[in-house]
T-cell receptor
């Protein structure tokens, strides 16, 4: 059974203070690892898909990396508008089912 | 990305009643999914709804409790039947899309329906 564990559960940063969120996973035959952002009262917003170890993707202040066991979402010089819950999910095997972690609640204070 | 809408956005219902949630997509999609997001928990897949076939339910979810319709390639409904307070949750529909030729498939989510059962 696919499993995803995200840490920390919550992270509070000062504006400009860079940090990383972790997503550890176990999956049989990784098809993709996904990062989403979720604002309160809204559905998850797609950020990145990573497919193989060593792959990296960037979008504005966010950079996602992937190893065979975990993924990191690096946030460089965050701003208050980056405050949200960040969700990690994996898809493995022969189906398209996504298995999600519980998310990391990021708060960036001005 | 695809534009996905859900109705209603929220509702408060009485125990024992049923609620049907609608999901509309602005493009034709083969695969649609229904998820549940309970407070403090991961998003959990309820079922996969492909047009022209019966929905496939995940372990712990049954058709009698969560009947799904998929009448065409842009629309689906999820009904939460005989509700109890434990069904209070956010229900999300999701679609699998390939936005660009040669690109990869990605799942996109609707805004969710917040259900409270009293």
């Amino acid at each position: 059974e696919d499993q995803v564990t995200q840490s920390p559960e919550a992270l509070r940063l000062q504006e400009g203070e860079s940090s990383s969120l972790n997503c550890s996973y176990t999956v049989s035959g990784l098809r993709g690892l996904f990062w989403y952002r979720q604002d309160p009262g809204k559905g998850p917003e797609f950020l990145f898909t990573l497919y193989s170890a060593g792959e990296e993707k960037e979008k504005e202040r966010l950079k996602a990396t992937l190893t065979k066991k975990e993924s990191f979402l690096h946030i460089t010089a965050p701003k208050p508008e980056d405050s949200a819950t960040y969700l990690c999910a994996v898809s493995g095997g022969s189906n398209y089912k996504l298995t999600f972690g519980k998310g990391t609640l990021l708060t960036v204070n001005p | 990305s695809a534009v996905i809408s859900q109705k209603p956005s929220r509702d408060i219902c009485q125990r024992g009643t049923s609620l049907t949630i609608q999901c509309q997509v602005d493009s034709q999609v083969t695969m649609m999914f229904w998820y549940r997001q309970q407070p403090g928990q991961s998003l959990t897949l309820i079922a996969t709804a492909n047009q022209g076939s019966e929905a496939t339910y995940e372990s712990g979810f049954v058709i009698d409790k969560f009947p799904i319709s998929r009448p065409n390639l842009t629309f689906s409904t999820l009904t939460v039947s005989n509700m109890s307070p434990e069904d209070s949750s956010i229900y999300l529909c999701s679609v699998r899309l390939r936005l660009a030729s040669g690109g990869t498939d990605t799942q996109y989510f609707g805004p969710g329906t917040r259900l409270t059962v009293l």
